[in-house]
């Protein structure tokens, strides 16, 4: 099957069938696993997943590639393809529907939405046991950058307050049709049990982290001053004089702890 890629869609197609056999390796899915593929596309990593699993669920947005993958998945295992844009798929309802403790998700993320899906994932952890997703490998270095670092982030610190972020290797432009300008990267991400997780309200943490990182140079009290006064940072041991690329995560936990 040899679909013609769709800009509208951002499809790029993994063929190299080496980087494939180390996605899988990676993922390692068991026969009582409840896998779930976002974005399958030509069924590159589909087929092998499923003949790992033997039952899979796939999301797809392309009806064009429907048929196909259905067709080629028929000799192998039970495929069931959710025709959905990926982020208005309920995983927690989903998990519900498909009988699993947890899903295991797996994709070829569009590089033009790879963050809301992230993030997407994100407020379904709990639902969730591992994720292994393939994205540009800059957005996979500031997934697992550290404070300080220049390409420490929102998404950096959102992530990292949810999960355990692995990048695991990279992928050339190459093995992809076509392919893309920039090199590709394979990460996993998973979930922090329970009592690993902070219990600050996370829609204050997300304000927090956004106004913060919303215009790098600013200092803290600058970026912050319409949630947190000078005196309330300084309260919870930072500078309020400091930038925000410097505050470890659980930074800004302490922040979103304290009263407005």
């Known amino acids: 099957m040899n679909a013609r890629p769709k800009k509208s869609f951002g499809q790029h197609f993994l ?28 069924g590159a990593l589909t087929l092998p997943l499923l003949a790992a699993a033997g039952r899979l669920t796939a999301i797809e947005l392309d009806t064009d590639l429907i048929p ?30 498909l009988g699993a403790a947890r899903l295991r998700l797996a994709g070829n993320l569009p590089y033009y939405i790879s963050s809301p899906i992230l993030f997407h994932c994100v407020d379904h952890a709990a639902a969730i046991q591992d994720m292994h997703f393939m994205l540009q490998k800059e957005v996979v270095d ?7 670092s220049k390409v420490y982030g929102r998404l950096s610190v959102m992530l990292q307050l949810a999960c355990r972020v692995e990048p695991l290797f990279t992928v050339p432009p190459g093995a992809f049709r076509p392919p893309p300008k920039v090199d590709s990267a394979v990460v996993r991400l ?3 049990a329970a009592h690993e997780r902070h219990d600050a309200d996370p829609q204050r943490v997300h304000a927090i982290v956004k106004a913060a990182f919303a215009q790098r140079r600013k200092t803290l009290s ?20 400091t930038r925000a690329e410097t505050l470890s995560p659980q930074d800004f936990v302490r922040l979103a702890k304290l009263p407005g």
């Open 15 to 42: 063929h190299e069938k080496r980087y494939i056999e180390r996605i899988v390796s990676a993922i390692s899915p068991r026969p009582d696993d409840c896998v779930v593929e976002i974005g399958p596309g030509e």
């Open 68 to 97: 196909g993958l259905q067709a080629r998945a028929s000799a192998i295992g039970a495929l069931e393809i959710v025709h959905a844009d990926v982020l208005k798929v309920d995983f927690t309802a989903l998990a519900q529907r």
């Open 142 to 148: 500031r997934m697992a950058a550290e404070p300080g």
């Open 190 to 192: 998973v979930p922090l």
């Open 222 to 241: 600058n970026g912050l001053k319409t949630l947190l006064g000078s005196d309330a940072i300084a309260s919870a041991g930072i500078d309020p004089k």
